[in-house]
Every structure is written in C-alpha cells, then in structure tokens.
C-alpha cells in the first residue's frame, strides 16, 4: 500500500444522470463526485473561451513595467531577460526574448549556471550585464525576493523589471516595477500563473487586446509547457493557456518543439498535458539540471530544424544521465536512513560528493517514499544548496521562514523550495526545522488516495465511456486525471513487464475479467498472489495497441479488500471482548478459521528472532492483514486471544498496546478446544436455529 487512507468520494446519481446529458454518465459521474451539479458549473469547468481570460493590467505594477520596456524598446536600450534555469524558466525567457526580438531589440540572455551559481539574481551576474551596457534587467520566474540584488544593480545604473510567481517576502524589491500575482496588493483574480504565464502577460499588455488569439498561437506552446512543467493547477485561466498551448503544440510552428516531441518517440499531433509532464518537461529541466540550461533555450528558440534536431538529441542523452545520477543518490540517501534508524519526522540529508543539479528530483522521490518533507542538500566548500519537497498538509515555504536566521538564503512555495546554508549552521537549521515540524505537523488525512468513486456497475468501464474523460483534459494538478476504485475484486494473474519493473495484472469482478497495469512494481514486492482478494484504486485509460482499442486499468494502490472497514472492525473487537453483546452476523466477522491460523503464525514466527512483537494495537492488527493480504483485523485478534488461551502465545495488552510471545514451536492444537471460539460459535449457531 502506498497510501495509509483512501478518500472514497460518491456521486449523486440525479445530478450524475443530468450532468450526463452533455456528455457520458462516466463523466456525469466524475463531475458530480467533484462538486458539480448544474449546467452552468459544467459548462463554466469546461470552458476554453479566451474571453475568461483575465487582463493583464489586472496585476499590480503591469503598467510601470509597460512604460519602462516600452522606453527601452523606443530607445533601443541593451536589455537583458533574467531566467532560471528550470523548464519554467525556460520557456519564460525564450517567450520574451522572442518577443522582444519581433519589436527590434536583440536582449542580452542570462540564466545562471545551476551548479556554480544557483538560483535567482546574483551580484557577479548584474555586474556583467552591466559591464556590457545593459540599463534594463527583465526577469523572469526569478527576483521576487532579490531585494538587495535590485538595488546593486541601481548602483549600476541598471532599471529591474521583475516578473515572478513566486512567494513573496515581507518586502518587494523596489523595482520599476514588481508584477507577480502574489504579492500581497495585487488584485489580480487568478494567483496560480506559472513563471511562463506571468511572463505571458507582460507581452499581453504590451499589446492590444484584440491580438490574444494571435499570441496564444504564438506563444502558446511556451505557456503549455512551462506551466505543466512548474506542476501548477490546471483550473481556471492556467486550463485555457493550456489547453490552447496543446493547439499550438500540434500545430507544429516551433521546430524546437516538434524535434522535442519526435526525440521523445510521442507523436505531435495527440500530445497531451501527461506527456509534457512526465516526457519533453523532463528533458527541458535536465539541461538546466546538468547545468547547460543554452542548450534547451538554443533548442526552443531555433528556426533551424537539423539544429533543432541535434539539440534534441543532446537533450535525451543529458536526460539519461540525470536519471542514473538521480538513482545513485537515492539508493545512498535510503541507506543513509536505514543506517540512522529512521522512523518519521522530517528529512534532512546532506553529502559533499553530490550532484546539486538532481537534488529536487530526489528530494521529491524520498519525500514520497517516507511520506515527509524531504531537503537533499548538497556541499561544497563549506556551503550547501538544497532543494525542499514539502509532503502533503505541510508548508514548506513556512517552515523555511521560521529557519530563516539559520539560513543563507531561500525561496519557492509551499510545495517546493530551495535553500542555501552554511555547513557550520546546518545542525542549527536541522534543530530549528524539527522544531517547526513538531509545532505545525502534517495534516495525517493529507497523506491520503483521493478517489473519485467506487465502480458499482461495470457499464462505467465500457470503452465510450472511458473515451470520453477526454472531455476533461488536460489533466494536471487541481484537475487531475480521475481516480476510481473496484471493491473486494479477485486477483487472477500476474505478469512480470518492463524486464521486470511493471507488472501486467488480471482482476476479476462481476464475473468480468479486466487488464491492469502497475507501474513501478516488482513481482518480488508485490504481496497478494493469484486468487487473493483485494482492493484496487486505478486511472482507467484507452490502450490503442496495433489499431486495437480497449480499456486498461492504470493502478495507482492496491489494499487487502475490506480494508476500509478497518475502524468498524476494530470497534467491534472492542465491544465483543469489553463484554457488550453482538450479533450472528457479527460473530462471523470476528470467527477465524484454521487458515487465518495457520497464516498468522507463519507470519509471526518469520517477525522477529526474539519470538516477541509488541506495538499499537491497531498498527500492529492491520499490519498483520497487510503484510499477509489475508484475514482481516477483528478475525487476527481473536486468533491472538485463542493462541494465548491454548498456550501457543502470551498476549499482554496495557490500554492501546500489546505484546505477543510466542510460546516453543507451533504444534497442532485442538482449536474447537477454545472456549472462545466456542462462545463465539454458539452466537452463530442460535442465530441459524431461529431461522430454522
């Protein structure tokens, strides 16, 4: 099980039925379980039209930062775009340079060197822009929180107009101008624009009105890619760019763009916002990673397709690296764990030997692994630079401003962030993060499965049906690909696929047989075997093999089945063993037979040497059913009372603990010998000779 909890939502059936007359009772369904139950919210969460999308002079400072490009441009001013070098960053600064390249200025291009420099604006950086006579910095998804960069650079002579998504700090840069949705005075309706958006904007504004559909043609691809690629929540004004961006991207203008997507093996025309996240954004962020972020920006800014061509391929290759390098620090980062003795609680690990460029992508796999915020610092010359994940129901961002006098420097959301610290404050920010931690705890339900619906009739699986999610594409953060779930089905086969890193499932339910798909799972750590019962959470999606169509269920967890019944079953032990009376139908509930035995004593001898295990009672019980995907909590109770009752164990409990020893080696026991079983029995038995 990845997830502790699964979040079960349901539909209701009357809104589900008229929702579906626009379009599938599958998507009826989906919008109903979200929220949506009238016409006008359907139509207004499906919306494309360009008209919903807000003016630019909306943000605060928009007109300053008009004015002062405007100057720049009329005087034909050295102006320079600032970027980062991430795939936000990226596409921000190669949609400005463009645009600024249409109205007759060649701008100067800075992203700093991930590895030797780091995030953001820099002294040294400003100097030289300045050295080459350049009186206008423009950034881009970066300087929202470069205050003292800002003024350097006006000691130069150098103007700042600053364009930025990022969380703000208690004070703005005092820029030309500060256009960033967040900054706590703007009024700008829409705050989850992505460095590209923002950047998208300040072109916007600098034209007329009338040409949005002309620059989202344009530009489009840029805004698509960028945004996707920053994970932000593809709702309101982000899914119009979007989804007019995915236009742009089959449109094919961009030879950079196209030779991106043929390198990939992903065919232009039916790209999806999917295949920009998990395919082209992570080639684009891998040069910046492996620090040679010129190359992704020659690549999209190209009019040469052999060159096009050529930076493609550089850019598949340095991916490949990235992620070899990426694995080797994370098997280092799970045995340095492993070594310490880690529990729960925050992670925070640091090495000198490594690579600063992939330290977000491990960060985020350990976060998801340990279900905690995760920072992967690396060290070099007494200084460390780290990348934060924040785990669900924790704010990163907050947690680093209450460390903030411990640190060098920082900056990101609440999600994600960076960090810059002095190794000889690292055991003090350590200290000081734990101790945030500990005062503003993750939310436990945030670490949670979040399913649409449980299926009841299989009619929802048909393939018309599931073709028709499409309907609410594309699908991203805040608007992500449905999630549903089948109950208490059986597993009928499993098949090593990928050289044995993905495995082919076969689950059986209302008498149908239905394909699976679990990606990044071994058949070594796959618990249930063929003919076990459980529960499946899956993204039901169309596989278009050899011109053959059919609907393949994409597991996102699996659970034993009737999991979700754990706190029912365990209220149950405790008020048959706390002496309340129970029904029939309960006593078969909590009545194992000679199996859930057999089964829960070959686990507990293979627990520990020791023959001793002791732990939270309910932790402990849905463990057992966990780890041997059979039985179920109530029934492995009682067969722990029975064991101690017959001699086999010693059950010691103390309000919410227990402790099991086993008692010599397990010998065959009479078990209808058990008082208990019988008591329990007996409530059976009457209950079958009233019905006779």
Known sequence: MKYSNWRISKFS?????????????????????????????????????????HSPFLLKDMDKAVTRIQNAITENERVA??????????????????FLRTHGLEPEIYIPNRLEEGYGLS??????????????????????????????????????????HHECKDELPHAAAVVNPKRPDCPYPYKQLAGVGVAFKVVCAMCRPSELETLLCRYGDLVAMGTVADIMPLTGENRILVKYGLRAVAD???????????????????????????????????????????????????????????????????????????????????????????????????CENWHSGVTGIVASKIMERY??????????????????????????????????????????????????????????????????????????????????FSVKNPGMLS??????????????????????????????????????????????????LFDCVYFGMSEAEFPPKPGYALDIAFAPKVNDFRNKRSVQLMISDIRPANWGKLEASLQLCGRFYGGEQITACEAKAICPDRSDFVCLWRHLSKADESGVI????????????????????????????????LGLADLSEDD????????????????????????????????????N
């Open 13 to 53: 059936a009357s809104a589900a039925r008229f929702l579906a007359r626009r379009s599938s009772s599958l998507v009826g369904a989906v919008l109903s379980a979200r929220g949506t139950d009238s016409e006008e919210e359907f139509c207004a969460l499906l919306s494309d039209d360009i008209h919903n999308i």
């Open 81 to 98: 775009v600032y970027g980062d070098y991430d795939a936000d960053g990226i596409t921000s600064t190669c949609l400005l340079v463009s």
């Open 123 to 164: 002294a040294a950086a400003i100097q030289s822009l300045a050295d080459k006579g350049v009186t206008l910095i423009i950034t881009v998804d970066c300087g929202v929180t470069s205050a003292a960069e800002v003024e350097f650079a006006k000691s130069l002579g150098v103007d700042t107009v600053i364009s930025d």
């Open 252 to 350: 094919g203008a961009r030879p950079g763009v196209a030779a991106l997507i043929s390198s990939a093996g992903l065919d232009r025309a039916k790209i999806t916002s999917e295949n920009i996240g998990f395919t082209i954004a992570p080639r684009i962020n891998a040069a910046g990673r492996m620090g040679k972020a010129e190359e992704a920006l020659t690549l999209l800014l190209t009019s040469d397709t052999l060159e096009a061509d050529r930076y493609a391929e550089n850019l598949s290759a340095l991916n490949s690296e990235r992620r070899q390098i990426e694995s080797d620090i994370t098997e280092q980062v799970h045995a340095m764990l492993k070594a310490e003795g880690y529990e729960s609680g925050p992670i925070i690990m640091a």
């Open 371 to 452: 279900h905690a915020p995760a920072i992967i610092i690396c060290m070099e010359d007494g200084i460390g630079k780290g990348s934060c994940r924040g785990s669900s129901g924790f704010n990163m961002f907050e947690a680093l401003k209450y460390c903030g006098d411990s640190l060098i420097a920082f900056g990101g959301h609440s999600a994600a962030a960076g960090v810059t610290v002095a190794e000889s404050d690292l055991e003090q920010f350590k200290h000081k993060f734990r101790e945030y931690y500990n005062q503003h705890p993750p939310d436990a339900a945030a670490d949670c499965l979040n399913i649409d």
């Open 463 to 512: 393939l018309d049906n599931v073709t028709s999610l499409e309907e609410l594409s594309p699908f991203g953060k805040g608007n992500p690909y449905p999630t549903l779930a089948i109950e208490n089905a059986l597993l009928r086969g499993v098949t090593p696929i990928g050289g044995g890193k993905h495995l082919k499932l076969k689950i059986e339910k209302w008498g149908q």
């Open 614 to 645: 002791s732990g939270v009672r309910e932790k402990l019980l849905s463990g057992f059913v966990e780890k041997t995907w059979r039985g179920s909590c109530a029934k492995y109770y009682t067969c722990l009372k029975v064991m101690d009752e």
């Open 656 to 691: 919410e603990l227990i402790r099991i020893e086993l008692l010599g080696e397990a010998v065959r026991v009479d078990l209808e010998g058990s008082a208990l079983l019988q008591s329990i029995r007996r409530i059976q038995d009457t209950y079958e000779e009233r019905l």
